[in-house]
């Protein structure tokens, strides 16, 4: 299997929060090739199983979720321009000067750009200020609203970057939606590996919907699949650029992560704290996988796994990831090895987990 081939061609579907068909699709595609089961729920969860040897053994779940962060068409003028709001946490400074494409009522995709004042006329007071997404517009090169609408533009309609994935030297790839197509690769990966050699858990691979949007779809997959364990994937903010060389540790090409806190405050209040015995799991599985493994925490963000923690009893939870720069820009960049090396870390943690496995959070 050709990670970077399968990452790449994830990062080009375009597939906001909502609107994950595409991607829900690629993943049952891909699923069905080693999977026991795969289906996907009402919501768009796609879930695919690899059933273990041993029917007492903690039932696993590792999710990735398949949106991306985007803009939806808020106000059509009459002129044709469009006025925009944010779908998720879209970076507001990136806008001016970016591409995009716009999904008509009908599922077509069609290009389009935000573009800033002219440079020769904007004034010395606006060249250094950012245009926040009230006060940008996309421009569809329509010539009226009637036009855009007759093509099944309307307010409502969803809007991503335009997709791209290029790579770049030491094995790196920059383009759209690292986060959290990255995680994708991932559960492919695992598939594949994981139907060659099974554990004794049965473990269930989990492309969520709705996390860029209000982190709620993996929910209802684990109302599907009751599990004793998640373990979520996701992007884990870079530290080796030079803006935030003093704030993170984490650097691309040197292993996949462990988040040892998340923590979101504004508005949700929520975060993970992960269950002893699965970092314990993570560190040993690392060191007998020959693969490094990294450390970090991070507030101001949530993964899906912080309202899966909550659901029945209590699920054991622990937050992993791949390292990634730029998070929520059009030109996110990872290290294809880190993602591989998560595929193995993640599998070489699911042959260690038996009957014995101590679920409860204090021993």
Same mark, same amino acid.
């Given at each position: 299997?050709?990670?970077?081939?399968i990452?790449?061609?994830?990062?080009c579907?375009?597939?906001?929060?909502?609107?994950?068909q595409?991607?829900?699709?690629?993943?049952?595609?891909?699923?069905?090739?080693y999977?026991?089961?795969v289906?996907?729920?009402?919501?768009g969860?796609?879930i695919?199983?690899?059933?273990?040897?041993n029917?007492?053994?903690?039932?696993?779940m590792?999710?990735?979720?398949m949106?991306?962060?985007?803009?939806?068409?808020?106000?059509?003028?009459?002129?044709?321009?469009?006025?925009?709001?944010?779908?998720?946490?879209?970076?507001?400074?990136?806008l001016?000067?970016?591409?995009?494409?716009?999904?008509?009522?009908?599922?077509k995709?069609?290009p389009?750009?935000?573009?800033?004042?002219?440079?020769?006329?904007?004034?010395?007071?606006?060249?250094y200020?950012?245009e926040?997404?009230?006060?940008?517009?996309?421009?569809?090169?329509?010539s009226?609203?009637?036009q855009?609408n007759?093509?099944?533009i309307h307010?409502?309609?969803?809007?991503?970057?335009k997709?791209?994935?290029d790579e770049?030297?030491?094995?790196e790839?920059?383009?759209t939606s690292?986060?959290n197509r990255?995680?994708c690769a991932?559960l492919?990966?695992?598939?594949?590996?994981?139907?060659?050699?099974?554990?004794?858990?049965?473990?269930?691979?989990?492309?969520?919907?709705?996390?860029e949007? /209000?982190?709620?779809?993996a929910?209802?997959?684990?109302?599907?699949?009751?599990?004793?364990?998640c373990?979520?994937?996701?992007?884990?903010?870079?530290?080796?650029t030079?803006?935030?060389? /003093?704030?993170?540790?984490?650097?691309?090409?040197?292993?996949?992560?462990?988040?040892?806190l998340?923590?979101?405050?504004?508005?949700?209040?929520?975060?993970?704290?992960p269950?002893?015995?699965?970092?314990?799991?993570?560190?040993?599985?690392?060191?007998?996988?020959?693969?490094?493994?990294?450390?970090t925490?991070?507030?101001?963000?949530?993964?899906?796994?912080?309202?899966?923690?909550?659901?029945?009893?209590?699920?054991?939870?622990?937050?992993m990831?791949?390292?990634?720069?730029?998070?929520?820009?059009?030109?996110?960049?990872?290290?294809v090895?880190d993602?591989?090396?998560?595929v193995t870390?993640?599998?070489r943690m699911?042959t260690?987990?038996n009957?014995?496995?101590?679920?409860p959070?204090?021993?």
């Amino acid at each position: 299997m050709d990670i970077k081939e399968i990452l790449k061609d994830f990062m080009c579907t375009p597939a906001p929060a909502g609107y994950e068909q595409e991607m829900s699709r690629k993943m049952k595609e891909h699923f069905e090739k080693y999977c026991d089961e795969v289906f996907v729920d009402n919501v768009g969860n796609c879930i695919g199983k690899i059933a273990g040897t041993n029917p007492k053994a903690p039932r696993m779940m590792f999710i990735g979720h398949m949106d991306s962060v985007g803009l939806m068409v808020r106000k059509i003028e009459e002129d044709g321009y469009l006025q925009v709001s944010r779908l998720g946490g879209t970076e507001e400074k990136v806008l001016a000067g970016t591409k995009f494409l716009v999904r008509s009522e009908d599922g077509k995709w069609y290009p389009a750009a935000i573009g800033p004042k002219a440079h020769h006329v904007t004034p010395p007071e606006e060249k250094y200020v950012v245009e926040n997404v009230n006060q940008v517009y996309l421009d569809m090169g329509a010539s009226s609203k009637s036009q855009l609408n007759k093509m099944g533009i309307h307010i409502g309609c969803p809007v991503v970057y335009k997709p791209m994935a290029d790579e770049i030297l030491n094995d790196e790839i920059c383009g759209t939606s690292v986060d959290n197509r990255g995680a994708c690769a991932t559960l492919v990966g695992m598939a594949e590996q994981l139907s060659k050699s099974r554990p004794a858990a049965d473990v269930y691979l989990v492309g969520t919907v709705w996390e860029e949007f /209000n982190l709620r779809g993996a929910i209802i997959a684990s109302r599907h699949i009751n599990p004793d364990i998640c373990i979520s994937l996701d992007v884990v903010l870079a530290g080796d650029t030079p803006n935030l060389k /003093n704030v993170f540790d984490v650097k691309l090409g040197e292993g996949p992560c462990v988040e040892l806190l998340t923590f979101h405050g504004r508005g949700t209040l929520n975060g993970v704290l992960p269950h002893e015995g699965l970092f314990e799991l993570a560190k040993e599985s690392a060191a007998l996988a020959g693969v490094p493994l990294q450390r970090t925490i991070a507030y101001g963000m949530l993964m899906d796994s912080s309202y899966v923690q909550l659901e029945g009893k209590g699920v054991a939870t622990l937050d992993m990831g791949f390292p990634t720069r730029y998070t929520h820009t059009p030109v996110e960049t990872c290290c294809v090895k880190d993602i591989e090396q998560l595929v193995t870390l993640c599998c070489r943690m699911t042959t260690q987990i038996n009957e014995e496995f101590h679920l409860p959070r204090f021993k």
